[in-house]
């Protein structure tokens, strides 16, 4: 009687008090709280010695976790990963396409070291000069034997050209700017010795 009345006097906490006022403390301090067996604590750094993984079940036809941050601050955004060095931020496991996800760098190089498929200039010519199948070009000219005029819908004076003729030839077509005209290329196609009549196919890369 005598000791029960001495612990009213001086409040002495029971022990389920203490378990509680040291979790209030840690939650109020933002002590970083092991969350593995326990709950995650929002407002607070969290850690886990474990994997963490959240599931939809029953699956359901929308997002398993949704993110949001209303802030227009500059640095505000939804979502932050941080890994290792050279380690990747995700992985994922699907190639599906997905929408409004920008990548700026392909190999570690900018878009403007890849060359545009619109740049591309090209066109089929059978050995008569009858211009094929072809993109960027609006005429061929067969001014002589083996020799053809290309031309393509802009000056390409300061692009760089190839030709390929169907023939397996020792001599390969060769290439010059018209002298009269910026938007035609000049090709010649022999056989190392005389010109030679061949279909063959001219591209300018611009």
């Given at each position: 009687m005598?000791?029960?009345?001495?612990?009213?006097?001086?409040?002495?906490?029971?022990?389920?008090?203490?378990?509680?006022?040291v979790a209030l403390f840690v939650?109020?301090?933002g002590t970083t709280y092991a969350a593995t067996g326990g709950n995650f604590i929002l407002g607070n750094p969290n850690t886990a010695g474990k994997q963490t993984t959240l599931s939809a079940s029953p699956a359901f036809a929308g997002k398993t976790l949704q993110v949001t941050n209303t802030s227009t601050a500059a640095g505000a955004t939804a979502?932050?990963?941080?890994?290792?060095?050279?380690?990747?931020?995700f992985s994922v496991n699907s190639g599906t396409k997905v929408a409004k996800l920008n990548a700026d760098l392909l190999d570690g190089a900018d878009s403007s070291a890849f060359l545009s498929r619109s740049k591309v200039k090209w066109a089929r010519v059978d050995l008569n000069g009858t211009l094929g199948a072809h993109s960027g070009v609006t005429a061929?000219?067969?001014?002589?034997?083996?020799?053809?005029?290309?031309?393509?819908?802009?000056?390409v004076s300061s692009c760089a050209y190839s030709a390929t003729p169907a023939k397996d030839l020792s001599g390969i077509g060769a290439l010059s700017d018209a002298p009269d005209n910026p938007n035609d290329v000049l090709v010649v196609i022999s056989d190392g010795v005389n010109p030679v009549d061949t279909d063959f196919s001219v591209e300018a890369f611009c």
């Open positions: 005598k000791f029960t009345a001495l612990r009213s006097r001086l409040h002495i906490p029971s022990p389920a008090m203490v378990v509680a006022l939650a109020i301090g979502l932050g990963l941080s890994v290792g060095s050279g380690r990747p931020p061929v000219d067969h001014f002589e034997q083996g020799g053809y005029r290309v031309t393509f819908d802009q000056d």
